[in-house]
């Protein structure tokens, strides 16, 4: 394919381990390269380069013999699916500084990775945040992603706002507005969809690439965003398997992962 004149962009959609390796060879190969998430298994690879309620069945993780490997899917709930929501949580919240967590498996069998875990992340600007991730929670809830400040809170469930409020330069109150007509509910609920079943999101990705490759400007999403992530996720993983907090920069400095085992759950659900 890569010989090929008439190829300009190369969507790669391979097993998560595979990604830097064939990323590198799109690049090498003059071609514009949009790469699925997550960036690659491996953030040491990645750098020579520059509330989440899932449910997967164990027939998921059995479909393919690279799935909950930490050698190829590198990870579990975090690193598959609520890596989204940390996508958008490190895009509002800025750059993360250190984490603590706690994984597990609970629901599932035959992997080496999580199926539930959770954590906080502390931000630069003093921010703070709570990451639940899970494949475990049937039958799959909204993934949400909250934030809350002191002049406003807003909620986005998959792809849609579904609650705002913000002050808007008017007096916040001593005790707050809990409960008054005035919370705001965000009222498209066309917002409301199914990101596992709808690729409108994919399509928009295609859309801003393309507007990018032929204005010569920037894409929203870069290799310096997948880095960032990868990076909170591994801080993570650390911080799950050691029980101590994990800087960032610790993880930069010495990005080397070591897989490693993840407890069941005392009560494990036999599927
Ligand atoms: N952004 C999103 O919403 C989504 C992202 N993803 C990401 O996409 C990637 C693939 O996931 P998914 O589609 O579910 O996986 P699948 O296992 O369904 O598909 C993987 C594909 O890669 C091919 N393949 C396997 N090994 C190699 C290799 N070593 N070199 C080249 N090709 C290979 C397989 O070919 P063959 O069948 O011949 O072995 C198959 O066509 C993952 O990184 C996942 O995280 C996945 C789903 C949604
Ligand atoms: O679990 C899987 C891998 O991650 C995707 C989300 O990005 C899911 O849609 C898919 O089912």
Redesign the pocket.
Known sequence: MLQDERVQLVSVVTPTGTHIDIGTRVLDSGRHLLLE?PLDVDLARALGVASVG?W?SQA?YDSAPWRGTWAQDGGGALM??G??TLDLLLWFLGEPVRVTASSRRIAHQRIEVEDTLAAVVEFSSGALATVHAT?AAYPGLAARLQIMGTTGSAIIEHEGLSYLHLANNTHVGDMGLHGAGNQVIAPNHACHRD??TNASGHARQFADLEDAVRSGGSPLATIADAVKTLATIHAIYRAASTGVAVELAEVIASPTFSPYRVGAAEHHVQR
Do not use: P, V
């Open positions: 998430k899932w997967r998921y598959n699916q890596i989204h494949t990101a596992t």
